[in-house]
């Protein structure tokens, strides 16, 4: 059903415990190992985390499919220490792709486009300085 191998890889790439959220979002985020996330590495990985939890391939994420996607979130954030609540540094981060922050047209389901079309607020919220590119730096505001 799930994409096993790609669910794997995608739950594997963050590193066990003691990971602040700065080092474990560059660590995921920063595709090419310059310290910083700029826009089009966030593009593309935000829609290979889309392709990884749309398990039936239709170019949406269900409900089912998105609590599947939830339940990796919120281990990422207990990982980094903050609790199912969100709260801390990173909170910004994982808050960002909660499917009532993604779920542009309030329909319940999330489309490729509306992933991919939240992506400009989401990645203002974490560019704390506004320098178009989000580094350690930006956690620690």
Known sequence: MYKPVALALFLAAAPAFSQTPAKMFLEN?????DGTVT???AKEKRADIFYTFDADENGTLDAEEYAVFDEA??????????????KG???QAAQGMRREFTDLDGNGSVTRDEFLDSLADW?????????????GDDFQR
């Open 29 to 33: 985020w920063d595709l090419d190992g």
């Open 73 to 86: 979130r919120a281990n990422d954030m207990e990982q980094m220490g903050m609790g199912k609540g969100g």
């Open 89 to 91: 540094k990173g909170a």
């Open 39 to 41: 826009m089009a590495e």
């Open 123 to 135: 990645f203002s919220r974490i560019d704390r300085n506004g320098d178009g590119m989000v580094n």
